[in-house]
């Protein structure tokens, strides 16, 4: 199953530590609910939420599973995103990703993790390979969300691996 983070918008009264059980995951990882539309989730790989994971650190967020207030995404759970500067942040830092990847071409090939191969204990980082138009309209569609939810009152629900 791939690895895919789910982001959704949600009214900031209907989110606590229960907000997960209204939710429910297909085997590739697509996130469903009833009046779940394209405007208002987005979903993006693991990788790449990895690759952009020190921008991501400069947002003021919580976990409602805790209560605690945090930083960057909970990688293993859920996050929320519910301050506006905040939200106009998140859109900020996507927006400043979407223009440096407008400069990629078409197949954007990225530098991920280090993996060592056991049988020769050679190491080597993995390709990360997106396309261009498919990562840039998620992204898009993610920093959308932001102002959305941002003008609205309402708040991001990110939902890790």
């Not at 790989?45 to 209560?67: A, C, K, M, V």
Request: glycine content about 6%; proline content about 2%.
């Amino acid at each position: 199953m791939p690895m895919i983070h789910n982001f959704v918008i949600e009214n900031k009264s209907d989110v606590n530590e229960d907000v997960h059980t209204s939710y429910s995951w297909d085997r590739n990882g697509k996130i469903h609910k009833n009046g779940l539309t394209r405007d208002n989730h987005a979903h993006l790989d693991d990788n790449f939420i990895l690759y952009i994971h020190d921008s991501l650190q400069w947002l003021e967020t919580r976990n409602p599973s805790t209560g605690e207030k945090s930083r960057g995404l909970n990688n293993y759970g859920i996050t929320v995103i519910e301050d506006q500067q905040v939200l106009q942040r998140l859109h900020q830092i996507l927006n400043a990703w979407i223009d440096l990847f407008s400069s990629a071409p078409d197949s954007i090939i990225l530098r991920g993790n280090f993996c060592v191969d056991d049988g020769d204990r050679k190491g080597y980082y993995e390709k990360l390979v997106y396309s261009k138009s498919d990562l840039i309209t998620e992204i898009k569609k993610l920093a959308r969300m932001a102002v959305h939810a941002a003008e609205h009152g309402k708040c991001i629900v990110h939902f890790g691996i």
